[in-house]
């Protein structure tokens, strides 16, 4: 049977699960490694409502060499026999060899973190499958992506990427209506580009197709907790950056904790549902997404769909950091804390008139400099190039 277009077998929001079989991933390298305990995280994983269980053989963690196909074969095909009619499931494959064992096996779509620049015979292999794409955008390879990550401007230049990759697959024969898109969080940014990227996901989306966000477990969460030095983030991080990501449009979430996740974005979602005559239809296909992973009655709320131009540099918004909103002096001079019109108070030894405004510039001039200290040491921080 012919597969339908990726938005209805993933309407948005879906979850995909995690289930690497691999000694070293950043986050559950070790813990899957026998094919028994495999199948048994893909199926719990599944029954906490992940719509798809994405299973690798490879990490791709920053600093990470890679492996043969033959040990990704050796580590993946034991734990796939056992999932079979059981458990649908996705390959984290770059390689060919791989994908195309895994496809024979029931993989529904091929998650390639290199968008068909590893290996030249995968778009072959997916397009002879008729299976579902991700390609993901990475800068770099992941031995040493977290270098140094630069971009001048980081949602358009993933996007340019990725438009290039949607077309060179179109190309090799794979039906655009099989494609997803990813921004690659991690995959050669800082931690100011992956919350960019988030914050600016609509120009990601106008390019038509659905989008899948791996924030899960991520260092940037880490380090927005506090901990510079962070490999990883918490699960209710990770969750939070789930809802963020829906909420910018992500249809896709590829994560490490569904259930947590399947409950928020069911609840989000709900929230969202509009009202009037639309809204009734809508309410109605709001099952939970555990139910609808089950194959259960499932929404059918279709993807925005934009036209697939980029916006002009000239009125792409600065970068992310420049974004930040400082205290203005002129706001704090005009306006109390709560923002109504407020007289600066008068203290003994204070200037009155004309200077108590000169003075409560100085104040906020003081402490906008001292926020801009603040944001400074906090990129300082960010720009460092371990985790993801
Ligand atoms: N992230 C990882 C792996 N594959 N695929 C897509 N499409 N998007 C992602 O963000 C993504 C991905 C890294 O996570 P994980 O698989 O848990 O780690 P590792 O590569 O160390 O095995």
Same mark, same amino acid.
């Given at each position: 049977?012919?597969?339908?277009?990726?938005?209805?077998?993933?309407?948005?929001?879906?979850?995909?699960?995690?289930?690497?079989?691999?000694?070293?991933?950043?986050?559950?390298?070790?813990?899957?490694?026998?094919?028994?305990?495999?199948?048994?995280?893909?199926?719990?994983?599944?029954?906490?409502?992940?719509?798809?269980?994405?299973?690798?053989?490879?990490?791709?963690?920053?600093?990470?060499?890679?492996?043969?196909?033959?040990?990704?074969?050796?580590?993946?095909?034991?734990?796939?026999?056992?999932?079979?009619?059981?458990?649908?499931?996705?390959?984290?494959?770059?390689?060919?060899?791989?994908?195309?064992?895994?496809?024979?096996? /029931?993989?529904?779509?091929?998650?390639?973190?290199?968008? $068909?620049?590893? *290996? #030249? =015979?995968?778009?072959?292999?997916? &397009? %002879? !499958?008729?299976?579902?794409?991700?390609?993901?955008?990475?800068?770099?390879?992941?031995?040493?992506?977290?270098?140094?990550?630069?971009?001048?401007?980081?949602?358009?230049?993933?996007?340019?990427?990725?438009?290039?990759?949607?077309?060179?697959?179109?190309?090799?024969?794979?039906?655009?209506?099989?494609?997803?898109?990813?921004?690659?969080?991690?995959?050669?940014?800082?931690?100011?580009?992956?919350?960019?990227?988030?914050?600016?996901?609509?120009?990601?989306?106008?390019?038509?197709?659905?989008?899948?966000? /791996?924030?899960?477990?991520?260092?940037?969460?880490?380090? $927005?907790?506090? *901990? #510079? =030095?962070?490999?990883?983030?918490? &699960? %209710? !991080?990770?969750?939070?950056?789930?809802?963020?990501?829906?909420?910018?449009?992500?249809?896709?979430?590829?994560?490490?904790?569904?259930?947590?996740?399947?409950?928020?974005?069911?609840?989000?979602?709900?929230?969202?549902?509009?009202?009037?005559?639309?809204?009734?239809?809508?309410?109605?296909?709001?099952?939970?997404?555990?139910?609808?992973?089950?194959?259960?009655?499932?929404?059918?709320?279709?993807?925005?769909?934009?036209?697939?131009?980029?916006?002009?540099?000239?009125?792409?918004?600065?970068?992310?950091?420049?974004?930040?909103?400082?205290?203005?002096?002129?706001?704090?001079?005009?306006?109390?804390?709560?923002?109504?019109?407020?007289?600066?108070?008068?203290?003994?030894?204070?200037?009155?008139?004309?200077?108590?405004?000169?003075?409560?510039?100085?104040?906020?001039?003081?402490?906008?400099?001292?926020?801009?200290?603040?944001?400074?040491?906090?990129?300082?921080?960010?720009?460092?190039?371990?985790?993801?």
């Amino acid at each position: 049977m012919e597969p339908v277009p990726i938005e209805e077998r993933f309407p948005r929001p879906s979850v995909m699960g995690v289930v690497n079989v691999t000694p070293d991933s950043f986050f559950d390298g070790g813990v899957n490694l026998d094919p028994d305990e495999a199948a048994a995280t893909a199926r719990r994983l599944h029954a906490e409502g992940a719509a798809i269980v994405d299973v690798g053989g490879e990490s791709t963690r920053p600093g990470s060499t890679g492996v043969t196909a033959e040990e990704e074969l050796r580590r993946v095909v034991p734990v796939l026999e056992r999932l079979g009619g059981e458990v649908p499931f996705s390959i984290d494959t770059a390689k060919a060899a791989v994908a195309e064992r895994a496809l024979e096996l /029931g993989a529904e779509l091929v998650n390639d973190v290199t968008a $068909l620049r590893a *290996d #030249p =015979d995968l778009a072959e292999v997916v &397009a %002879a !499958a008729d299976a579902y794409l991700c390609l993901m955008h990475m800068q770099g390879e992941p031995r040493t992506m977290q270098a140094d990550p630069r971009y001048d401007d980081v949602a358009t230049e993933v996007a340019a990427f990725l438009e290039e990759r949607l077309a060179f697959a179109v190309e090799a024969g794979i039906r655009e209506d099989r494609i997803c898109l990813d921004p690659g969080i991690g995959f050669g940014k800082t931690v100011a580009h992956n919350l960019e990227l988030l914050r600016r996901l609509d120009v990601l989306l106008a390019l038509g197709r659905p989008v899948l966000v /791996g924030f899960s477990r991520k260092s940037t969460l880490g380090r $927005l907790l506090g *901990d #510079p =030095d962070a490999t990883t983030g918490t &699960a %209710a !991080a990770s969750v939070g950056a789930a809802l963020a990501a829906y909420e910018h449009g992500a249809t896709i979430l590829r994560v490490h904790d569904v259930r947590e996740t399947v409950e928020a974005l069911t609840v989000a979602s709900a929230v969202r549902v509009p009202r009037g005559k639309r809204g009734r239809a809508a309410r109605r296909a709001a099952v939970p997404l555990r139910h609808r992973a089950r194959g259960g009655r499932g929404g059918r709320e279709r993807p925005d769909r934009g036209r697939r131009r980029l916006p002009r540099r000239g009125r792409v918004r600065p970068r992310g950091v420049r974004e930040l909103r400082l205290p203005s002096a002129g706001g704090a001079r005009r306006r109390g804390r709560g923002g109504a019109p407020r007289p600066v108070p008068r203290r003994a030894g204070m200037c009155s008139g004309p200077e108590a405004g000169r003075a409560a510039s100085g104040r906020a001039h003081r402490r906008q400099r001292r926020a801009i200290a603040t944001v400074s040491a906090y990129c300082a921080a960010t720009v460092a190039p371990r985790g993801r």
